[in-house]
């Protein structure tokens, strides 16, 4: 996974953003939404994961239909 850092001077805070989309290479530009990337291109299935759909139980018992 390519992160970015960039820490401001005035507070010590550090900024870290995704430079490349870890499952395609998807070269991000700067000023590009990662979460629309994420949710247009790929599935929980990408990231190992199951849909919410196919989980055995849901959170908190609640249904999902």
Do not use: I
């Amino acid at each position: 996974m390519t992160l970015e850092q960039y820490e401001y001077d005035a507070t010590g805070v550090v900024q870290s953003r995704l430079v490349a989309c870890p499952f395609c290479a998807h070269d991000f530009t700067d000023y590009e939404a990662r979460w629309e990337h994420f949710y247009t291109e790929h599935t929980p299935k990408d990231a190992g994961l199951t849909p919410l759909t196919e989980s055995a139980s849901s959170p908190r018992g609640v249904a999902l239909d």
